[in-house]
C-alpha cells in the first residue's frame, strides 16, 4: 500500500503558487519522497524527490518537515499546463536494492484562469 | 535524456487474443522496469518488476500466466497480455530506473507515455 496521503483535489489561480501537502507520517529513516505529474492519459512526469533536505529545480520546491512526517510541493507560478494528478510517492525499498513507487491517490491540481 | 520509448500508444484487439507492449529505453541501460496497470479515474497500480536476465517479480494478486514479462535486454522489456478479455482493458505503462549516478535533470525512475488497451 501507498504511504502518503494527499487532498483528492485543488484548485490555483494562474500565476500564483500551488502548494500541494502531503503526508507520510510512516516514513523511514533512508526513504526518499518522490513528485510525479501526470496529465491525462499520458505517463507519469518527474517533478523532484528529496531526502531531508529542501530541493529546488527548474519546474519546483519540495519542503520536507524536519520530522519528515510530511512535505509541500510548491509550483511557484501555476500555469493553465501545470493542471494534472500529482503524486507524492514514498519509495519502498532501497533504490539499487528493488526499490519501487508505489503510487497513492494523487491530487487533481485545477489551474483556473 | 533518460527516454523511455513505449509502443504501441494504442492497441484493439479482439477477446481471447494476445497483445505485447514494448518498452525500451533508448539512451541508457536499464537493469530494472517496472509495469504498471491505470483503470480510468484511478491511480497507477504496480504489476511487476523486471530485472535484466531474470524473472519478473509479480505484485499480489497479479497473474503471471496471464501477463508475461520477458526483459532480454538491457534495453528492452516486454509485457504480453495472454487470451485477453475486455477486463484486461487497461492504461499500460512502464517504467524504468536510472541506474548510476545521480544527476541534476532526473534521478530514479522515468515512464513510457503508457499504452491504452482495449479488448473488443
Known amino acids: 500500500d501507498a504511504k502518503t496521503t494527499q487532498p483528492t483535489s485543488m484548485d490555483c489561480a494562474e500565476g500564483r503558487a500551488a502548494n500541494l501537502p502531503c503526508n507520510h507520517s510512516?516514513?523511514?529513516?533512508?526513504?526518499?519522497v518522490y513528485w510525479y505529474r501526470q496529465i491525462h492519459s499520458q505517463g507519469p512526469q518527474y517533478i523532484i524527490h528529496g531526502l531531508k533536505n529542501n530541493e529546488t529545480n527548474e519546474m519546483a520546491s519540495l519542503i520536507i518537515t524536519e520530522d519528515r512526517k510530511s512535505s509541500t510541493l510548491i509550483l511557484p507560478h501555476a500555469t493553465l499546463r501545470d493542471t494534472a494528478v500529482y503524486y507524492c510517492?514514498?519509495?519502498?525499498?532501497?533504490?539499487?536494492?528493488?526499490?519501487?513507487?508505489?503510487f497513492g491517490q494523487g491530487t487533481e491540481l485545477s489551474v483556473k484562469p | 535524456g533518460a527516454v523511455v520509448s513505449q509502443h504501441p500508444s494504442w492497441v484493439i484487439c479482439k477477446s481471447g487474443t494476445s497483445v505485447k507492449i514494448e518498452c525500451r529505453s533508448l539512451d541508457f541501460q536499464a537493469t530494472t522496469m517496472f509495469w504498471y496497470r491505470q483503470f480510468p479515474k484511478q491511480s497507477l497500480m504496480l504489476m511487476a518488476t523486471s530485472n535484466e536476465g531474470s524473472k519478473a517479480t509479480y505484485e499480489q494478486g497479479v497473474e503471471k500466466d496471464k501477463f508475461l514479462i520477458n526483459h532480454a535486454s538491457l534495453t528492452l522489456s516486454t509485457l504480453t497480455v495472454t487470451s485477453a478479455h475486455p477486463e484486461d482493458s487497461s492504461f499500460y505503462i512502464c517504467?524504468?530506473?536510472?541506474?548510476?549516478?545521480?544527476?541534476?535533470?532526473?534521478?530514479?525512475?522515468?515512464f513510457g507515455s503508457g499504452t491504452r488497451l482495449t479488448v473488443v
Open positions: 510517492i514514498v519509495r519502498v525499498g532501497i533504490y539499487n536494492q528493488g526499490g519501487k513507487l508505489i
Open positions: 510512516t516514513i523511514s529513516g533512508n526513504e526518499y
Open positions: 517504467s524504468a530506473r536510472l541506474g548510476g549516478i545521480k544527476n541534476r535533470v532526473n534521478y530514479g525512475y522515468t
